[in-house]
């Protein structure tokens, strides 16, 4: 398996209060993805990482930032989390362009209550 | 970006090969095709991906029309623990952003005893 760690697997936390997600990844790959996943959904593009300090917006940005000061670690940011943003998130990484398969962490459950 | 469109779900008997089809009508000719899978709310393992030819692996084969509309993805002989969601993906590959993965709602194989 790709080695990516996504941290914490499982957080539960009140509505208002700043969350932060990371993803670390040993394997040197220039592009980080975060993904969010609903029930009955497939995944949606929150941000992505193109090298270090650039960074875009995916689908559903809005409530969310992102860092990546170095290449092995992207964080999600949620400034004042509200329950919508309920979800498990999942992090992807991908070595080059779009002949390269990406691989995903196994997931962040988490819970705004 | 290219949309896929995918059957809501199938069966399949044990043993059997499984056949997953798959429209991308729009896509372009610089897209790859991708499949990925889901079992549970694990993170999406990527299975195969290909541009125009035909391709195969371990796990599956991928027949990729000549006129690049549509797909089918294989599983030989499907097995209890293939039973997952089924992602088709049209790869995007943009300058710097790595190939985003856009997923759409996804296939649901059961694979029955």
């Known amino acids: 398996d790709a080695g990516i760690t996504q941290s914490p697997r499982h957080k539960v936390t009140e509505t208002g209060t700043p969350v932060t997600l990371r993803c670390h990844q040993t394997?040197?790959?220039?592009?980080m993805y975060w993904y969010r996943q609903d029930p009955g959904h497939g995944l949606r593009l929150i941000h992505y990482?193109?090298?270090?300090?650039?960074?875009d917006k995916g689908e559903v940005s809005d409530g969310y930032s992102v860092s990546r000061s170095k290449t092995e670690d992207f964080l999600l940011t949620l400034e004042s989390a509200t329950s919508s943003q309920t979800s498990v998130y999942f992090c992807?990484?991908?070595?080059?362009?779009?002949?390269?398969?990406?691989?995903f962490g196994q997931g962040t459950r988490l819970t705004v209550v | 970006d290219a949309k896929t469109t995918q059957p809501t779900s199938m069966d399949c008997a044990e043993g059997r090969a499984a056949n997953l089809p798959c429209n991308h009508s729009t896509i372009s000719g610089n897209e790859y095709v991708y499949w990925y899978r889901q079992i549970h709310s694990q993170g999406p393992q990527y299975i195969i991906h290909g541009l125009k030819n035909n391709e195969t692996n371990e796990m599956a084969s991928l027949i990729i029309t000549e006129d690049r509309k549509s797909s089918t993805l294989i599983l030989p002989h499907a097995t209890l623990r293939d039973t997952a969601v089924y992602y088709c993906i049209v790869r995007v590959a943009y300058y710097n952003q790595g190939g985003k993965l856009i997923f759409g709602q996804g296939t649901e194989l059961s694979v029955k005893p």
């Open positions: 990482s193109y090298g270090v300090k650039d960074t």
């Open positions: 394997e040197n790959h220039r592009y």
């Open positions: 992807a990484i991908s070595e080059g362009d779009s002949n390269t398969e990406a691989f």
